[in-house]
């Protein structure tokens, strides 16, 4: 009896030694890690990096594996992602535009609906209210927006004062800002053609001059013809800026990053731009302070500029669901924002985040201004499906070469939205 006590009594002595010396790593046992990918470039990179090793240390047992793949709306992003989903080793969390660009993946079944974690984590007292209805659909939430941006002219400020130039109040005031920089040879307007996304901002525009809040989403819903007297109108106007080259020349061949070059040489006072310009002037040697911008306007209330949310949304076959709203939950923390988000990034999608106004001014004014915006209308880009988008950058194109008219053009429109309606049904 006794031999068999000190038996047990050795066993139990090693195994005290072997978890005193040899200790199990249960944090690594139990780590879940995700696979968060994104499309934005080095410097973002560096501010998720920072919040990525900040959240892992408040969650030790989640790991979040930061994937980057360049490209746009249009590019190796979305075949990235696109491929991934459909053989089903898509990211746990991905970043997302709004529209059709996500209406693709929800409509494949890939998101998983968030009205739950909208729930459980109060993220309505959060969230942008506009944000959140530009990334529904069919009656449900698939992601969190994590940026806002707004869309409109940016101009340089020196010229701008040189010329003598107000912001305007009225359409009609726009185009005189153009009559008096082309009368003095500066160029109005610099933009790209190559990709027709930049070019389609000014066409947007125009379109929510000549038709207002109401026929505008209609048009971008398909619910109305657009071979219509408004439609011809703002592609009448479209075409008024080419032929009075309010447009730097040669621009349908003008890569998106080269656009902004007329601007900083002083050929150009304006580029239509985005939230995020501050830091890109900054990025590229430019002094931020010479650059402002005003809010477009309309003629109609209330007044709307292209806008549109970014969003993570997570993957609906990810085994670790629970953990990824974990990981959304404290990412859009507005406290969080205010230290890397705001600044980094310059946007955000969560209330309440607050931007250094002395280290980006115009970014702090464009935050205030989104915060109150009631209601944006989406870049086309993000309304139509990739094959209906097509056709509306060759009609952009086909009337700045002449081979469209106007009337031509909301013909052609209205021919391709038919068409692809019909391959729908």
């Not at 006590?5 to 002595?13: D, K, V």
């Not at 048009?219 to 800026?241: C, G, I, M, Q, T």
């Not at 911008?293 to 500029?305: A, E, S, V």
Request: charged share 20%; hydrophobic share 40%; aromatic share 12%.
């Amino acid at each position: 009896m006794f031999k068999k006590s000190g038996t047990i009594m050795c066993l139990l002595s090693l195994i005290v030694s072997l978890i005193l010396f040899n200790p199990i790593d249960v944090k690594a046992a139990d780590q879940v890690e995700l696979r968060l990918m994104v499309v934005w470039g080095a410097e973002q990179a560096e501010y998720i990096k920072k919040m990525l090793a900040e959240f892992t240390e408040a969650h030790p047992n989640i790991k979040v594996n930061l994937e980057i793949v360049a490209g746009g709306g249009a590019g190796p992003y979305q075949e990235a992602l696109q491929t991934g989903m459909a053989a089903g080793t898509g990211p746990d969390v991905f970043f997302e535009w709004g529209g059709e660009l996500s209406g693709y993946f929800i409509d494949a079944g890939h998101c998983e609906p968030l009205d739950a974690y909208y729930e459980k984590y109060g993220w309505d007292e959060i969230v942008i209210d506009w944000a959140k209805k530009a990334i529904s659909r069919n009656g449900k939430v698939y992601g969190f927006p994590v940026s806002t941006h707004g869309m409109t002219f940016w101009y340089r400020v020196d010229l701008w004062n040189k010329l003598g130039l107000s912001e305007p109040t009225t359409y009609e005031e726009v185009e005189k800002i153009c009559e008096t920089a082309k009368a003095q040879g500066i160029y109005p307007l610099s933009v790209a053609g190559k990709y027709g996304w930049m070019l389609m901002r000014l066409v947007d525009y125009l379109l929510e001059v000549t038709c207002g809040p109401e026929l505008h989403d209609q048009l971008n819903a398909l619910e109305v013809s657009w071979d219509r007297p408004e439609v011809v109108e703002a592609y009448k106007l479209y075409k008024k800026w080419i032929d009075n080259e309010w447009i730097v020349p040669g621009f349908l061949a003008v890569n998106p990053d080269d656009a902004r070059m007329p601007v900083y040489q002083g050929a150009a006072l304006m580029v239509f731009e985005g939230s995020w310009m501050e830091t890109t002037f900054k990025n590229d040697g430019q002094d931020p302070y010479n650059f402002d911008f005003f809010i477009h306007p309309t003629g109609h209330t209330p007044t709307r500029i292209s806008g549109f949310p970014e969003q993570f949304m997570i993957n609906a076959s990810s085994k670790h669901k629970e953990e990824a709203g974990i990981f959304l939950n404290w990412f859009i923390q507005p406290e969080l924002h205010s230290r890397y988000w705001g600044t980094g990034m310059a946007s955000t999608g969560s209330k309440g985040v607050s931007i250094n106004e002395k280290e980006l001014p115009r970014t702090a004014k464009w935050r205030s201004m989104l915060d109150q915006l009631q209601a944006v209308y989406p870049p086309t880009d993000q309304a139509f499906q990739a094959e209906l988008l097509h056709v509306l950058f060759e009609v952009q194109d086909a009337i700045a070469l002449g081979e469209l008219t106007p009337e031509q053009a909301a013909k052609k429109m209205q021919e391709a939205a038919e068409a692809w309606k019909a391959k729908q049904q």
